[in-house]
């Protein structure tokens, strides 16, 4: 049982480029969520999934995109990366978006915008 | 949204020392939870509490939901205990979690 996985851990990327932070779980779980922690800030809520083929936005959702085609898997698209959008990117589920539920966060995925 | 604030930012405590984490937050809540994110960055959950007191050995937790608070108690620090501890809250959609800045303890020998 891996919990929830992300990947990459690191990532440099130039202005503009493309691409795709991957997360999967292998719970079950319901509820999918992408946050971003900048220096001396708690985390920042992204985009979030309550199911397959259900998706909304998070606090900040500006300049990322996601899908949710599986249970499993919850990737975050970033379109055309920029500076202010070097930061630390959790990846988190749990069984529903309803109350009581403990939230599992992957380890995390560090990406740098030169 | 709901804010929610942390105190203290900073904490330096010896090793064995008790110490006390607030988190209040600005309207009702049902969801709370505490995560504790150790020196390598990865996100622990400590306590889902939306109500009442939880204990997990050193560790406990009270939420006074009628006052928007919630307490971390810590007690006989350990040097593993370092790291930021996060309360994070949710209302409507439980699991759209508003956090806190964090509380940064180190805990030295």
């Known amino acids: 049982n891996a919990g929830v996985t992300q990947t990459p851990k690191f990532q440099v990327l130039k202005t503009g480029q493309s691409m795709t932070l991957q997360c999967a779980q292998d719970?079950?779980?319901?509820?999918m969520s992408w946050y971003r922690q900048d220096p001396g800030m708690g985390l920042r809520l992204i985009h979030y999934s309550v199911g397959a083929g259900i998706t909304d936005q998070g606090e900040v959702p500006n300049g990322y995109n996601v899908s949710r085609s599986t249970t499993e898997d919850f990737p975050l698209r970033l379109l055309s990366a920029a500076p202010s959008q070097t930061s630390v990117y959790f990846c988190?589920?749990?069984?529903?978006?309803?109350?009581?539920?403990?939230?599992?966060f992957g380890e995390g995925s560090w990406l740098t915008v030169v | 949204g709901i804010q929610v604030e942390q105190s203290p930012p900073d904490l330096i405590l010896q090793e064995g020392a008790n110490s006390t984490l607030r988190c209040n937050f600005s309207?009702?809540?049902?969801?709370l939870q505490w995560f504790h994110q150790n020196p390598w960055g990865q996100l622990i959950n400590l306590f889902y509490i939306p109500s009442g007191t939880k204990q997990n050995g050193r560790l406990s937790a009270t939420t006074v939901a009628t006052e928007r608070y919630s307490l971390l108690y810590i007690s006989s620090s350990q040097t593993t205990d370092s790291g930021v501890y996060f309360c994070a809250v949710a209302g409507g959609t439980a699991s759209k979690l508003t956090f806190g800045t964090g509380t940064r303890l180190q805990v030295t020998l």
């Open positions: 988190a589920s749990s069984w529903s978006s309803s109350g009581g539920n403990t939230i599992y």
């Open positions: 309207d009702s809540v049902n969801n």
């Open positions: 719970m079950n779980h319901e509820y």
